[in-house]
């Protein structure tokens, strides 16, 4: 084997070695279940934790310029425009870059920044964020923008000024395989963990794990069967917020 040859098996080597490094986890919390079946001999251990994530993207922003505050429309096809900036939109990360959810619901990709979508009479929250690679959200201010609209005749939401959670991951009735990490990733809207003394639990089933920063949690060690996701933002003495979105559920499914 030649010197070149040699030098770029060493390196593909280092490379294999640097991809299969797993990442440090953080705030783990190990939870022990028996799940009181007849045919289960032992009891399972799920395991909540989060990685240190960086934003790369933390300049990019999106504005939207359709709807307006508190429009009104009629029901039918509703114009949606956006602005990207700092952000290669054009580019084509993989998967979907600009999502959005209305009214808490699972989050569509679009791959323009231009767009329609049939809608019925109703009162609507819309939630639009750009995403990273792993489709993860991105959470600096400018990334995301919400906004309230309206579809035929209708009233508004009732004044809130609390913050509210949306859910970009996982999606109602997304399938995992067993021993498949879930990752529980979400924005939180119109606060401040800190300054408002915030804090968020995410349940799954009978399970729970309480964190004070907004970062994606990943779930391991689910048993094969359909589970309950949800996330709730309360205040850290434990006092319940009275907004319409303050909480979220899936379902999920293990194989």
Same mark, same amino acid.
Do not use: H, W
């Given at each position: 084997m030649n010197k070149s040859l040699s030098?770029?098996?060493?390196?593909?080597?280092?490379?294999?070695?640097?991809?299969?490094?797993?990442r440090e986890k953080q705030g783990e919390l190990v939870v022990s279940t028996d799940?009181?079946?007849?045919?289960?001999?032992s009891a399972s251990e799920v395991r909540f934790y989060f990685y240190e994530e960086k934003n790369e993207y933390p300049d990019a922003i999106v504005?939207? &310029?359709?709807?307006? $505050?508190?429009?009104?429309?009629?029901?039918? @096809?509703?114009?949606?425009?956006? %602005?990207?900036?700092? &952000?290669?939109?054009? $580019?084509?990360?993989?998967?979907?870059?600009? @999502?959005?959810?209305?009214?808490? %619901?699972?989050?569509v990709g679009y791959n323009s920044p231009i767009f329609q979508k049939e809608?019925?009479?109703?009162?609507?929250?819309?939630?639009?964020?750009?995403?990273d690679e792993e489709g993860l959200s991105l959470k600096e201010f400018g990334n995301y923008v919400d906004r309230d609209f309206m579809v035929g005749e209708t009233r508004g939401f009732p004044y809130q000024a609390e913050p509210y959670v949306m859910m970009n991951l996982p999606h109602n009735g997304?399938?995992?395989?067993?021993?498949?990490?879930?990752?529980?990733?979400?924005?939180?809207l119109g606060g401040d963990m800190t300054k408002d003394r915030l804090?968020?639990?995410l349940e799954v089933d009978t399970m729970s794990y309480t964190m004070e920063e907004v970062s994606p949690v990943r779930v391991s060690g689910l048993s094969p069967g359909e589970y309950s996701i949800g996330l709730r933002l309360v205040k850290k003495d434990g006092k319940e917020l009275d907004g319409p979105f303050s909480s979220v559920r899936r379902r999920i499914t293990v194989e």
């Open positions: 030098l770029m098996f060493v390196l593909l080597v280092f490379l294999a070695a640097s991809c299969g490094t797993s799940l009181l079946d007849s045919l289960v001999e504005e939207m &310029y359709s709807p307006l $505050g508190n429009q009104k429309f009629r029901p039918g @096809k509703i114009p949606f425009e956006f %602005n990207i900036k700092n &952000y290669p939109f054009a $580019g084509g990360l993989s998967g979907f870059q600009l @999502k959005m959810s209305l009214n808490g %619901n699972d989050p809608l019925k009479e109703g009162t609507y929250r819309a939630v639009a964020y750009l995403v997304q399938i995992y395989a067993q021993g498949e990490e879930v990752t529980v990733d979400f924005l939180l804090k968020l639990i």
